[in-house]
T-cell receptor
Framework: GENVEQHPSTLSVQEGDSAVIKCTYS??????FPWYKQELGKRPQLIID???NVGEKKDQRIAVTLNKTAKHFSLHITETQPEDSAVYFC????????????WGAGTKLIIKP | DGGITQSPKYLFRKEGQNVTLSCEQN?????MYWYRQDPGQGLRLIYY???????QKGDIAEGYSVSREKKESFPLTVTSAQKNPTAFYLC??????????????????FGPGTRLTVT
C-alpha cells in the first residue's frame, strides 16, 4: 500500500530564514497532496494542498512543490515567523477512489528568535 | 469553533474499564474519522465511516469500536482489550470520501481532541 515518508522529524531555523520539509510517497497513482499544521495543543488544520496536475502552488509565505517523477513533494516557508512554530504533516491520496489520506509522521518546526 | 466538537477534553480511567469518546459535527459531512496521536508517530487511523450505519477499520482498530447511527455523531469506545490506550485522540470529518469531486471535499476538519489517560 501507499507509504509517505517525511523528513526531517525536527527542523530548527532562525527567524526570518526559510524552512523546507520534504515528503516522499510510494504510489505513483497518488494525485492529491495536502499539508496540515498543528500548533501546540491545537487541532491540525489544512494550510495548503496541491494536485498532481500542477508543479507548484503558493499562498503568501508558503508554497508546495511537486515532483511526480521522483515522487516527492515539499513545503516551503519563507521569512519564517514565531507563529510558524508547529508540527507539520504531509499526506497523500488518490482522489476519486476509496483511498484514505496517508499521513507522514510529522515535522516539528522550531523558529529561533 | 470549527463545527466539530469532542468531549471531554481530558479523560481519566482505570485499567480494565471501557470508555467512550464523543465526536459531533454540524458541517453536514458524510465522512468521519478517528485518529490516535502519540508523540513522534503522526496520525494513525483507527476507524472511519463514509456513511451512516457503515464504518471500516483503519490501521490500528484492535481494542476499539465505533458506531455511526447518525450523520452528526461518531463515538469511539476504547475497550479494555486495547493494550496501551493512553493517547491523544482526534476526530475528523470531511465532505465526501472516495467519490468524484474537487480536492475541497477531501479536506479533513479536526476536533480539538481528547487526551485519555488510563492508569
Amino acid at each position: 500500500g501507499e507509504n509517505v515518508e517525511q523528513h526531517p522529524s525536527t527542523l530548527s531555523v532562525q527567524e526570518g530564514d526559510s524552512a523546507v520539509i520534504k515528503c516522499t510517497y510510494s504510489d505513483s497513482a497518488s494525485n492529491y497532496f495536502p499539508w496540515y499544521k498543528q500548533e501546540l495543543g491545537k487541532r491540525p488544520q489544512l494550510i495548503i494542498d496541491i494536485r498532481s496536475n500542477v508543479g507548484e502552488k503558493k499562498d503568501q509565505r508558503i508554497a508546495v512543490t511537486l515532483n511526480k517523477t521522483a515522487k516527492h513533494f515539499s513545503l516551503h516557508i519563507t521569512e519564517t515567523q514565531p507563529e510558524d512554530s508547529a508540527v507539520y504533516f504531509c499526506a497523500s491520496t488518490i482522489m476519486d477512489s476509496n483511498y484514505q489520506l496517508i499521513w507522514g509522521a510529522g515535522t516539528k518546526l522550531i523558529i529561533k528568535p | 469553533d470549527g463545527g466539530i466538537t469532542q468531549s471531554p477534553k481530558y479523560l481519566f480511567r482505570k485499567e480494565g474499564q471501557n470508555v467512550t469518546l464523543s465526536c459531533e459535527q454540524n458541517l453536514n459531512h458524510d465522512a468521519m474519522y478517528w485518529y490516535r496521536q502519540d508523540p513522534g508517530q503522526g496520525l494513525r487511523l483507527i476507524y472511519y465511516s463514509q456513511i451512516v450505519n457503515d464504518f471500516q477499520k483503519g490501521d490500528i482498530a484492535e481494542g476499539y469500536s465505533v458506531s455511526r447511527e447518525k450523520k452528526e455523531s461518531f463515538p469511539l469506545t476504547v475497550t479494555s482489550a486495547q493494550k496501551n490506550p493512553t493517547a491523544f485522540y482526534l476526530c475528523a470529518s470531511s465532505g465526501k470520501w472516495g467519490l468524484a469531486g474537487g480536492p475541497h471535499l477531501y479536506e479533513q476538519y479536526f476536533g480539538p481532541g481528547t487526551r485519555l489517560t488510563v492508569t
